[in-house]
């Protein structure tokens, strides 16, 4: 039983780091395993920051892929709402209008000013960003590349 306890303890600030950042998106951890994808890069990035602290260093230090602007970011939600309405979003963005390209502007926190030309941008990138539907990670790449090449619109590329 003793074990078992121990056992659960050593490995319990891994594996919370782990579900606080599930890929390991700094620090030696994801510079070793960088583009590579599955469970066991995953697991070997989050357990590579985790055991020799390399993480904390990259932060306090603004090395090894990480900042120091203090914020801690995720894009699941995004990805989430563009997997599950990916035919609709490319429907409205073809047209230039309607509630999930109004919803993901809403996600995106696209501020009024910017909303006309985030909707232009998708309209007529459209066939660009839409090139297929069946992966939500490879539109939200090409909108996040199209939002990047914009220089109004390049802020709201990190939300995606």
């Known amino acids: 039983m003793k074990k078992i306890l121990l056992a659960a303890l050593v490995s319990l600030p891994v ?34 920051n985790g055991t020799f602290g390399n993480q904390t260093f990259g932060i306090t230090s603004g090395t090894l892929g990480c900042t120091q602007d203090g914020v801690v970011s995720s894009n699941w939600k995004t990805a989430l709402f563009i997997d599950g309405n990916k035919s609709q979003l490319a429907r409205d963005a073809a047209s230039g209008q309607g509630e999930t390209l109004d919803a993901l502007a809403a996600l995106l926190k696209v501020d009024a000013a910017d909303k ?17 539907v069946e992966s939500a990670d490879s539109i939200a790449a090409r909108l996040k590349a ?15």
């Open 15 to 48: 594996t919370a780091f782990a579900a606080a950042n599930n890929v390991g998106s700094c620090g030696l951890g994801s510079k070793v395993f960088e583009g590579q994808k599955g469970i066991a890069p995953q697991v070997l990035a989050v357990t590579t």
């Open 116 to 132: 006309a030309a985030f909707v232009s941008l998708t309209k007529a990138r459209h066939a660009e960003i839409f090139a297929s």
């Open 146 to 160: 199209a939002l990047q090449s914009d220089a109004r619109l390049a802020k709201y590329a990190e939300a995606v």
